[in-house]
């Protein structure tokens, strides 16, 4: 999304920043930049009494923070106050590296100010300014990546020569990320800049910092700066993202000082104004200031923040946003945006004991997967893709270009990847519990999924699947969910994984075509098996078949039943018209399950099967038919497929997709890890 400013209002924006400068002099408050204050009005648990014994440990947090911030040698502190919950309060500041003691010390005991004075009794506040960060909450955040909350500024001109700068600001950010993201700086903080020189001319100077929180870890805090990174909209000469956990900012001009302990330079022209602030009125006394004098400086500086204020509204009022469609093949023709989590073949080749049987952990129609340890003690699972398979470097580097911008908790973490001469491998985070065909269609392991982890499976694949629909930057269609493709965590929680086959949606695109369709059969939906047409309602019959699975344990390609049923959907079809729905469930479930909410269930897994794709909800109104068990649903219609035999649809797949590729028929281990089993197409 690119902000686009006319020419008069890039005019006036100028006057209004010049305006301001002049008020942001050395010893002023700190700038403010954004606030997260959650509604108490929606969760009275989320607010604290005064003088109750949650008050009393915020103002010792606030204290020892203030005392602490002017040592700390990283610009950081962390502290918990308070030892039984929920009047734990915890807490930290973050000083911004490029700036002394001094000024961190004065910006966290104002922060500790504001925070109390804008969020009244609210348990969790984060605050921002140019010069620090302050953030507590009733539950732990230490050590933890948060990117729940961001806020992004930019610069409305942008650059002339969008090839050059584009290059020139991703070898920037890549270096500042590499070096914050090391455990070498202890600060988590990093600048660099490219500027012109007679050697090596960028036409466009750039300045760049980075930062996280000192306590995550390498990886944590590469993940957040790139996600920061993949914000950026193009060819814009100056942005800012901050997160709770990290913050990322580059210029056209040097707007961090060289050395530790100069006052912060005036601020860029991506910063919002200031919050009002109350009023003191100081009245001359023996030896102060008279009150001409403080006029004369009250006076300007509240008209020029007053100007710069309207004239923020004026230009946000005026400027327009376009949106850039990203095509078919677009995404991952610059790997460079993510080659700061690139890994060498020699690390990999350790990690999993040169790709021995002994760590293979799996196989699909792209290759193996492998358990690996990493010099750092973390565990992983490495997928090696086959030099043979369908997979070729477009649909690698859009795996890899689009995980990595992907941050859910039902979705699979891309940790990194490996890119030498034929190699191409995926590195995901390990997941200890397998693949949920695994535990469904093992009749050894049916038993170790109750009812209450099968419905927390669909809920969270179906928040997984929101997200990719409509939650994330950019609109996913998944096109091959199934049951090999969820893997689950210690927790049993749901993670989508595989995105091989995904394809990115423009903004405002609904629906697209294609002569190549790719996935499984028995989740693909009618009009992509026999038109090729696939979009977000492809993706809600693939959930509803894996609901039908789930709830029956069975495998929908590969159920028969002499009674008329060829398949899963007609089955459930079958029970469902006569009344005998509960009939579909897995006999393991027989004394654990709730009848009310597998009915409903199997209810939302039929309408997402229907063959009408616009008779199908999408995934935000599934996710809610989910939660709210008093909502009222639709009746259902015969599902796509239904009456037809499996030879017929068979057949038609195979004459629209070529390229086949197969699995082994070897048993899921630890972690399938986005191994695309592509049968019977």
Not at 504 to 531: C, K, L, N
Not at 575 to 598: C, F, K, Q, Y
């Amino acid at each position: 999304m690119n902000n686009l400013l006319p020419g008069k209002a890039k005019f006036v924006y100028t006057i209004c920043l010049l305006s301001l400068i002049p008020v942001i002099t050395k010893g002023a408050d700190p700038f403010f930049l954004t606030l997260d204050c959650p509604d108490t009005t929606l969760n009275t648990t989320s607010t604290y009494a005064p003088n109750s014994t949650y008050h009393t440990n915020l103002n010792t947090l606030f204290s020892v923070l203030s005392s602490h911030s002017n040592n700390a040698s990283n610009g950081f502190y962390n502290f918990s106050a308070g030892s039984s919950p929920p009047d734990v309060v915890y807490g930290l500041f973050l000083c911004r590296g490029d700036l002394s003691a001094a000024t961190c010390h004065d910006c966290v005991v104002y922060a500790s100010k504001a925070a109390v004075a804008q969020c009244p009794t609210s348990k969790r506040v984060s605050i921002w300014y140019i010069e620090c960060m302050l953030r507590y909450s009733n539950a732990s955040i230490f050590s933890t990546v948060d990117t729940g909350y961001s806020r992004m500024w930019q610069n409305q001109q942008r650059v002339t020569n969008t090839t050059r700068f584009t290059e020139i600001l991703g070898e920037v950010m890549d270096d500042i990320v590499n070096q914050a993201s090391s455990s070498d700086s202890g600060k988590k903080f990093a600048t660099g800049e490219a500027t012109n020189s007679s050697l090596r001319p960028v036409l466009q100077p750039v300045y760049g910092i980075a930062q996280c929180t000192p306590d995550l870890s390498d990886l944590d805090c590469n993940g957040c700066l790139q996600k920061g990174v993949s914000l950026f909209p193009e060819a814009t000469i100056g942005v800012r993202v901050v997160f709770p956990s990290c913050n990322i900012q580059y210029e056209d001009f040097q707007f961090y000082d060289a050395s530790v302990g100069g006052a912060p330079p005036p601020p860029s022209p991506l910063l919002p104004p200031p919050p009002p602030s109350k009023t003191t009125t100081n009245s001359p006394g023996k030896g102060g200031i008279s009150s001409q004098v403080i006029t004369a400086i009250v006076v300007p500086s509240g008209v020029a923040i007053i100007l710069f204020i309207s004239c923020f509204c004026f230009i946000t009022r005026r400027a327009k946003r376009k949106y850039n469609s990203l095509k078919e093949g677009n995404v991952g023709d610059d790997i460079s945006t993510v080659q700061s989590m690139q890994y060498d073949l020699s690390t990999v080749q350790a990690a999993t004991n040169n790709f021995s049987d002994n760590n293979k952990i799996g196989e699909g129609g792209f290759g193996p997967v492998y358990k690996g340890l990493l010099p750092n003690g973390q565990e992983v699972a490495v997928k090696r893709l086959s030099r043979t398979s369908g997979q070729g470097a477009i649909e690698f580097k859009n795996e890899v270009i689009l995980v990595a911008k992907l941050q859910h908790r039902n979705l699979v973490r891309l940790l990194g990847f490996c890119l030498a001469g034929e190699e191409k491998i995926l590195i995901y985070e390990f997941v200890p519990n397998k693949s949920l065909d695994y535990f469904l269609f093992e009749p050894q392991e049916q038993v170790k999924l109750d009812w209450s982890r099968r419905f927390k499976i669909i809920s969270g694949v179906a928040r997984g699947m929101l997200y990719l629909h409509e939650d994330s930057r950019l609109r996913i269609i998944h096109r091959d969910l199934k049951a090999s493709n969820i893997l689950l965590d210690g927790d049993m929680n749901a993670k989508v994984s595989d995105f091989g086959m995904a394809r990115i949606f423009g903004v405002d695109q609904t629906q697209a075509s294609t002569s190549r369709v790719v996935g499984t059969f028995g989740y693909m939906s009618p009009e992509y098996v026999m038109h090729g047409q696939f979009s977000d309602k492809s993706d809600v019959f693939s959930f509803g078949v894996l609901v039908l699975e789930i709830i029956s344990g069975k495998k929908n390609n590969k159920f028969y039943r002499s009674d008329g049923a060829a398949d899963l959907l007609s089955y459930a079809w079958m029970l469902w018209r006569e009344g005998m729905a509960l009939d579909l469930i897995d006999p393991t479930l027989e004394s654990s399950h709730s009848r009310n909410e597998v009915t409903r269930c199997i209810h939302i897994a039929l309408l997402c099967v229907q063959d009408d794709r616009d008779a199908r909800p999408s995934m935000a109104t599934v996710v809610l038919m989910l939660n709210s068990p008093s909502a009222d649903l639709s009746h259902p219609q015969q599902p796509g497929f239904c009456g037809r035999t499996t030879r017929t649809v068979s057949n038609t797949v195979q004459s629209l997709e070529s390229d086949q590729s197969t699995s082994k028929s070897i048993p899921w281990s630890a972690n399938e890890a986005s191994s695309t089993e592509l049968e019977a197409r």
